[in-house]
């Protein structure tokens, strides 16, 4: 079975700091990968997919798959991106679009 | 906006007492998903619907049970809720990018029923 790792459950940076949240996928095969995030009082959304290889609200994350990661990076991290990361993974075939979902990393940005 | 609607927001059911929640999408996404999250733990797929075909998690308990009998709205029953199915529920869109079996595009979520048994 698939597995996704997330090993930071929290991760505090200053602003203006570059961050990176760190996921592992486990699937041998080419998973597609995503990243969902969650600010505070807000749904889950998506926020980039590998697929789409997009720059979105600075963020950006390459498929390694060599070292099976697909690390989310932001060069210069703002007070509005605190929120919660989830990566996630999608297998595809016949698994209708079934998303794996690693256990999540809180961001915080301080001032 | 098009979107997903989750009802209720909050609910509380008795230990034991059948409870349903609902999800509603003016998407008009052919597959409906729901996830359950227990606190500080990732979403967990229970179930999901491509149009009318139901595909049950292998890990999912008998317990949960789920109906859509439209394209735009999908229920949740829990026939027998245990605290331990304390949590929040949320459901999820999608429309299929190739087909059954192909990869899907984004899953837009609603905002979630926390659900709480005493």
């Known amino acids: 079975a698939q597995r996704v790792t997330q090993p930071e459950k929290l991760l505090s940076v200053f602003k203006g700091a570059p961050v990176e949240l760190k996921c592992n996928y486990s699937y041998s095969g080419s998973p597609e990968l995503f990243w969902y995030v969650q600010y505070s009082r807000q749904r889950l959304q998506l926020l980039l997919r590998h697929i789409s290889r997009e720059s979105i609200k600075g963020f950006t994350a390459d498929l390694n798959k060599g070292e099976t990661s697909f690390h989310l990076k932001k060069p210069f991290a703002q007070e509005e991106d605190s929120a919660m990361y989830y990566c996630?993974?999608?297998?595809?075939?016949?698994?209708?679009?079934?998303?794996?979902f690693g256990q999540g990393t809180i961001l915080t940005v301080h001032p | 906006d098009a979107m997903v609607i989750q009802n209720p927001r909050y609910q509380v059911t008795q230990f034991g007492k059948p409870v349903t929640l609902s999800c509603s999408q003016t998407?008009?996404?052919?597959?409906m998903y729901w996830y359950q999250q227990k606190s500080s733990q990732a979403p967990k797929l229970l179930f999901h619907?491509?149009?009318?075909?139901?595909?049950n998690e292998a890990d999912t308990p008998d317990n949960f049970q789920s109906r859509r009998p439209n394209t735009s709205f999908c229920f949740l029953d829990i026939r027998s809720p245990g605290l331990g199915d304390a949590a929040m529920y949320l459901c999820a869109t999608s429309r299929s990018a190739s087909g059954k079996g192909g990869t899907y595009n984004e899953q837009f979520f609603g905002p979630g029923t926390r659900l709480t048994v005493l």
């Open positions: 619907y491509y149009d009318k075909d139901f595909n």
């Open positions: 996630a993974s999608e297998v595809g075939g016949t698994s209708y679009g079934k998303l794996t």
């Open positions: 998407l008009n996404h052919n597959v």
